[in-house]
């Protein structure tokens, strides 16, 4: 994780290509302050909101033809595949990044599920069934609203489950990425960071426009009153659950347009590591074009 | 149906609105000659790429803003929603359209699926079983490529099921997208209409582009052979199933530009007519700002 701002990226569109997913990544296995991040740092970013926007839509093109590729790739048996898991607090802007980022690519080969409330049926199953139904094909994105890390965090705040049980989670969620790794799905979590302070604005927002009322739920309020028993079950789940094969970045969120300028940044490199190609195809081309032309 | 080239918007980016679902849409119920509708017009559109671009652009904001209160209005309640039902031959641009229209549209409230040859589990059921699977919820936009009219296309073509059975369908088909109606979804049926001389380009195109060869597989040629048996399979379908609940449109579809825009400008016109509201709160407003601020 980014422990200070980073480079601003002065260049203007052409800032030095950074590492986001060594600057964000979390160490696995070592206790997490969140204090100790600002939520409105800039790490590696552009340096203004302006710079940001330009960036992030300047991603779009290379975004759009690697998910193609990837997903051709699919069609000749590659079974590489994307899933962004999206965590945050109330107002983070989970759903902001869902269509701003992923506005970027072809959207038929995007797979998104928000994570509600689990209901009757879900409560009836272990917490990852509904998680392995939803994950995404090979060759496709996948992105999470909320994931199986509810089941950690809201499950430990307002303590759904017993204790031990909590406690067993972790390692169940720890081999159940693991396995998905295997099968050729890249995880990437990403955790949005905003600040107590800028989520009261954002709720404030809601409340002066009424055309956001349906946005905004009083029991939201009741949350919020939990930060602190929030902030801790995500250093938890952070400490315990970023792994090698699987890990976390922090990205600091307050400021929307570096929010969305990060994730595409890591989305990016994931999908520029894996190097997907066209496939070749298994037939006589000058025969097709004979019969075509015929 | 628009028989011949309507107006071309002389106007620039703001020509007089058309009714395009009055210009496009099949009377059902007669005998429908694909022949008689040139591939290649452009009924009430732009008069050229330039301006459909910008056109198609220029609906962008409307659209996601009313899809927004789509979402919004499900949470208090409401049940509409809309589904779109993509139908074409190969390179008719199903998959085009997707990324293109549905790509103004925020990709969270949009449910897309892609019908191929249906699986073992899938036969095992009735024709309709995937496509109830596969419906868009309350306020959300669906998109079907290809759709249960695979069912009375290729299945007629190839003589997939007995005479009879396939005879029965059609009537089970309206009584099916009767009762979805009836629960609140907007069913636009639309048949990208290409010619094969287009056809016939798009697949040259492909050969000539090894990055595009897995998106072909000469099985399309034999295909291909077939067009005036699937030409008259959809005249069927188009006349027995362009219902009042669920019309048919035909769009002209030899131009990829032009095709974008009546997909997107057909969704508008729709979400016009539905005209769907913000809810009101629920809430004491002043006393949430008041613990808020507290």
């Known amino acids: 994780m980014a ?53 992030t839509a300047g991603m779009g093109e290379e975004l759009a033809g690697l998910q193609e590729r990837l997903y051709a790739a699919s069609t000749a048996g590659d079974r590489r595949r994307v899933l ?6 109330d107002t983070s802007g989970k759903g902001g990044t869902v269509k701003h980022v992923i506005g970027l690519f072809n959207p038929s080969g995007c797979r998104i599920r928000a994570f509600k409330a689990p209901t009757r049926e879900e409560l009836n199953h272990p917490f990852l069934w509904r998680i392995m139904r939803a994950l995404p094909q090979p060759g496709e994105i996948g992105i999470f609203d ?25 390692g169940q969620i720890n081999r159940f990425e693991q396995s998905l790794v295997e099968d050729g799905v890249s995880v990437v979590k990403v955790f949005l960071h905003i600040s107590p302070e ?17 946005k905004f739920n009083p029991g939201d ?10 902030r801790k079950a995500y250093e938890i789940a952070l400490e315990r659950c970023s792994t090698d094969e699987a890990p976390w970045y922090v990205v600091p969120a307050d400021r929307k347009w570096y929010r969305d300028w990060a ?32």
């Open 221 to 230: 309020l009741d949350e919020r009153a939990l930060w602190p028993a929030y």
């Open 263 to 294: 994730v595409s940044r890591l989305l990016l490199e994931q999908l520029r590591a894996l190097d997907p190609r066209y496939p070749k195809g298994d037939f006589d081309v000058e025969e097709c074009r004979a019969r075509l032309l015929a």
């Open 84 to 89: 962004l898991v999206l965590q945050g607090m």
């Open 146 to 170: 909320r994931s199986h890390y509810e089941d950690v965090l809201i499950a430990r705040v307002h303590e759904l489950v017993p204790h031990r049980r909590l406690g067993r989670r972790y």
């Open 198 to 214: 800028q989520q009261r604005r954002r709720l404030l927002e809601r409340l002066d426009n009424p055309d956001k009322h349906w």
């Open 3 to 55: 422990k200070k701002r980073g480079k601003s990226g002065k260049g203007g569109k052409k800032p030095a290509e950074p590492d986001l997913r060594r600057l964000l990544r979390v160490p696995g296995g070592k206790p997490v302050d969140l204090a100790a991040f600002a939520a409105d740092a800039l790490p590696a970013g552009p340096g203004n909101k302006a710079e940001g926007l330009a960036a």
